[in-house]
T-cell receptor, first 113, second 114 residues
Framework: SQKIEQNSEALNIQEGKTATLTCNYT??????LQWYRQDPGRGPVFLLL?????KEKRKERLKVTFDTTLKQSLFHITASQPADSATYLC????????????FGKGTTLSVSS | DAGVIQSPRHEVTEMGQEVTLRCKPI?????LFWYRQTMMRGLELLIY????????DSGMPEDRFSAKMPNASFSTLKIQPSEPRDSAVYFC????????????FGEGSRLTVL
């Protein structure tokens, strides 16, 4: 069965540094991969989507890479701020039409000032 | 526009009782999903609907769980009878197209079964 691993349960960094979160998957090649942010007591909120034929996607201070050879996605937050502290979830869709997203357990990021 | 609306936000019940969770998706969204989140297992897909039809219910843990979508603006997830191991946060999400696209989540229903 499909498996998604987000390597770190928790990541602590200082304000201004770049946070890098990792998502690894096994078995199948996903059609695309998404990243979500979840704050305590709230539902996940969509951040970025990257397709299998894309290497990199950017949105403001966020950057996502997708390496289908390594079966890995990296999620970067540059110039991190305390407001970036949250849990970040990686999710995969295994085909374009009909398969629901499967989520990793998430990495909790804490940015200290 | 209102987002995905879930009720109740919190539910505390005793083992053996029936629990019904409700969801109103975003208007115009064709796909609706029920997920369950726990610390141990993370966010797990239970079932999803497309155009009110159940497409994949392989994540429904057992016969005690059932889900319906009688129309495009309403879905329920029912647990009967409930057990302490069902304690979790249950999320409903919707998306405008087919499954796999960006999901819009509700705020969740936190269920505690004593």
């Amino acid at each position: 069965s499909q498996k998604i691993e987000q390597n770190s349960e928790a990541l602590n960094i200082q304000e201004g540094k770049t946070a890098t979160l990792t998502c690894n998957y096994t078995n199948y090649s996903p059609a695309y991969l998404q990243w979500y942010r979840q704050d305590p007591g709230r539902g996940p909120v969509f951040l970025l989507l990257i397709r299998e034929n894309e290497k990199e996607k950017r949105k403001e201070r966020l950057k996502v890479t997708f390496d289908t050879t390594l079966k890995q996605s990296l999620f970067h937050i540059t110039a991190s701020q305390p407001a970036d502290s949250a849990t970040y979830l990686c999710a995969l869709a295994y085909n374009q039409a009909g398969t629901a997203l499967i989520f990793g357990k998430g990495t909790t990021l804490s940015v200290s000032s | 526009d209102a987002g995905v609306i879930q009720s109740p936000r919190h539910e505390v019940t005793e083992m053996g009782q029936e629990v019904t969770l409700r969801c109103k998706p975003i208007s115009g969204h064709n796909s609706l999903f029920w997920y369950r989140q726990t610390m141990m297992r993370g966010l797990e897909l239970l079932i999803y609907f497309n155009n009110n039809v159940p497409i994949d219910d392989s994540g429904m843990p057992e016969d005690r769980f059932s889900a319906k979508m009688p129309n495009a603006s309403f879905s329920t997830l029912k647990i009967q009878p409930s057990e302490p191991r069902d304690s979790a946060v249950y999320f409903c999400a919707s998306t405008p197209g087919l499954a796999g696209g960006e999901l819009f989540f509700g705020e969740g229903s936190r269920l505690t079964v004593l």
